[in-house]
Nanobody
Framework: QVQLVESGGGLVQAGGSLRLSCAASGIPSGIIFSMNAMGWYRQAPGKQRELVARLTSGGSRNYAGFVQGRFTISRDNAKNTMYLQMNTLAPEDTAVYYC?????????????WGKGTPVTVSS
């Protein structure tokens, strides 16, 4: 069973940095984790979940407008792990951050989500 586990969230002061990790396990044989679209989303209290950053299957990086060069998405193919380096954090970045991967199963593409890791940025 595919599982995504996020880590690295916490409390940080404005201007600080955090590095989030998303470790994938249970990837079906024949599927290469790094060759699939994956990304980070966030959901602040009372708001809808929104895209933060995404890696396409081809390796291109896409970022939400509010990132403004502060965050970097990456992955370690050998570890089946995706990262989000977040710098110059601001209070409005406070949210639960979720990782997502789309895997091409035999029945069709399936979205997988982690349970999230909370990030709190104090002013």
């Amino acid at each position: 069973q595919v599982q995504l586990v996020e880590s690295g969230g916490g409390l940080v002061q404005a201007g600080g940095s955090l590095r989030l990790s998303c470790a994938a396990s249970g990837i079906p044989s024949g599927i290469i984790f790094s060759m699939n679209a994956m990304g980070w989303y966030r959901q602040a209290p009372g708001k809808q979940r929104e895209l933060v950053a995404r890696l396409t299957s081809g390796g291109s990086r896409n970022y939400a407008g509010f990132v403004q060069g502060r965050f970097t998405i990456s992955r370690d193919n050998a570890k089946n792990t995706m990262y989000l380096q977040m710098n110059t954090l601001a209070p409005e970045d406070t949210a639960v951050y979720y990782c997502n991967v789309v895997l091409p199963l035999r029945t069709g593409p399936v979205d997988y989500w982690g349970k999230g890791t909370p990030v709190t940025v104090s002013s």
